[in-house]
């Protein structure tokens, strides 16, 4: 925790040093997007942000898995009928 730089530049961008562990924050549900930042039990960490993939157009069924324009996601499935 002394120096904030270390996990970065043993693994580079997006590793930060949560309780003295080289945590990648980007996708990490207990630390996700900075240490300490927790995401619900339904959520899952995408890129720093807790998203609830079940209904999240951006990351439908899972992380960086966008629908079409105009679609919705249902159940985490794009355009479910």
Known sequence: DDDPGLCRSLYGEGFECCNNKCIEVAADKQNCGGCKNKCAFKDECCGGECVYLS??????GKCDSPCAGGELCVYGLCNYA
């Open 55 to 60: 209904l999240d157009k951006r990351h439908c």
